[in-house]
């Protein structure tokens, strides 16, 4: 009886020792590993690789500039820039949500430009919601500050994110809009 244990437990511990073996070899970016995936009949061997088939080789970018009441512009900026994070945010950052919302609906934008023009994306909801998110950003900041702001600008644009050798490349550039003018 003992002897037939060990042999179960034996005979399961290659049985997992191989599943896990299969799991780990079919996790390889190259595709020539996913051939043991032709013996799953039942997907026991899970997908998990890290990057996509077609990982993204680009960033949005969402910049923005105010224009005050004196007519002076400022430098275009990035919203949370310059604005310091806790070290729990590596771990719970519910503010980031905000910010990867507004980068989603940049990439609805940057696909509606290819089949509608700038006129027709200002239609969108995804304009709306980009744009009230540079409003509270930019209502956010001024805040304190000396000299009133009467408008503000932002404008998407595609970069090679950490690989600056890619230029970036300007998608989409909204008008002027005025910080008081909220009805539209």
Avoid at 34 to 57: C, E, K, S, V, Y
Avoid at 84 to 113: D, E, F, N, Y
Avoid at 158 to 163: L, P, Q
Wanted: proline letters at 6%.
């Amino acid at each position: 009886m003992m002897f037939e244990s060990r042999a179960s437990q034996r005979g399961l511990s290659v049985v997992l020792a191989g599943w896990f073996t299969a799991t780990l070899v079919s996790q390889h970016p190259h595709r020539v590993f996913d051939r043991l995936r032709q013996f799953d009949r039942i997907g026991a061997i899970p997908n998990w690789r890290f990057f996509a088939p077609l990982p993204a080789q680009h960033d949005y970018v969402v910049l923005y500039r105010t224009i005050g009441e004196d007519g002076e512009v400022s430098p275009w900026r990035r919203p949370e820039e310059g604005r310091t994070h806790r070290w729990s945010a590596a771990v719970w950052s519910p503010g980031r949500r905000h910010t990867k919302a507004a980068l989603m609906v940049c990439g609805q934008i940057s696909g509606m430009l290819s089949t509608a023009g700038g006129e027709q994306v200002r239609r969108t909801a995804q304009y709306r919601v980009l744009r009230a998110y540079i409003r509270q950003e930019v209502l956010t900041r001024a805040r304190g500050r000396e000299r009133p702001l009467a408008s503000f600008q932002f404008l998407v644009a595609k970069s090679g994110g950490h690989d600056h050798r890619v230029r970036p490349r300007f998608l989409f550039a909204s008008p002027v809009i005025p910080l008081r003018d909220e009805a539209k």
